[in-house]
């Protein structure tokens, strides 16, 4: 019973999609990884239909090889895990590309515990799309870790939503009132990595000497 497969940086150019199509037939997945592998967006959303136990799932850098590599495609994959994968607590999305339809349905998947969608192209859903991640930060309650790195905006008021909240990778944010609220509002925090140094950071840095500042 096959339960953990990690595929990540394999030579997929030698594969047919006849071979990945294969992996529709597995049921007992919980850890899949499939980091730089172009797979058909209908195919995986296939593989996790099937594999409903599925709990850590990594798509960096997922092209979606299809007749077309649209952002629908992605958005695809995020509607599957919302509709089959229940026990999802782990997801890298980083450079896949997604929209507030994709974010929203992340929303549905209650026991995330990590996320990534760093370098997300965020703005193909409507740049720093406040709504979106309101409703993903506050439905997804287990959240410990989240990348918004590349994201380009600023995101204090929804990241608050998460009370849970210890690991945060983050862009340098533009003087707001509501980056240092997100210190007050999340006091498991305890690493924070931001892009670049600059006032922001060191003003927090001095104010928050305990934390880890990476």
């Known amino acids: ?11 997929h150019s ?3 999609p006849l ?18 592998i172009d797979i058909a967006t209908e195919t ?9 136990r ?24 995020a ?25 929203k349905a992340l929303a549905e998947c209650k026991n995330l515990r990590k996320l990534n969608i760093s370098y997300t192209y965020v703005n193909y859903f409507g740049g720093t799309d406040q709504l979106s991640l309101r409703r993903l930060f506050s439905s997804c309650q287990l959240l410990e870790e989240v990348n918004l790195l590349g994201l380009n905006g ?16 983050l ?6 009132a509501n980056n240092f609220a997100i210190f007050e509002q999340c006091p498991k925090l305890q690493t924070i990595f931001f892009s670049d140094n600059g006032p922001f950071i060191a003003q927090a840095k001095e104010k928050y000497p305990h934390w880890i500042w990476t």
């Open 1 to 11: 019973m096959l339960k953990v497969l990690d595929l990540s940086f394999s030579d």
């Open 14 to 16: 030698k594969y047919q």
């Open 19 to 36: 071979e990945f199509s294969c992996l529709e037939n597995l049921e007992f997945l919980e850890d899949l990884n499939l980091r730089g």
């Open 44 to 52: 995986l959303c296939k593989i996790l239909q099937k594999n409903r």
């Open 54 to 77: 599925m709990r850590n799932l990594n798509l960096r850098t997922f092209s979606g090889r299809s007749p077309s590599t649209s952002y629908e495609d992605r958005d695809a994959v």
């Open 79 to 103: 509607i599957q895990l919302r509709n089959s994968c229940p026990d999802l607590e782990i997801i890298d999305l980083t450079g896949c590309g997604i929209t507030s339809r994709g974010i």
């Open 154 to 169: 600023n995101f204090g008021e929804p990241l608050m939503l998460c009370k849970n909240l210890k690991h945060l990778y």
């Open 171 to 176: 862009d340098v944010p533009t003087e707001d």
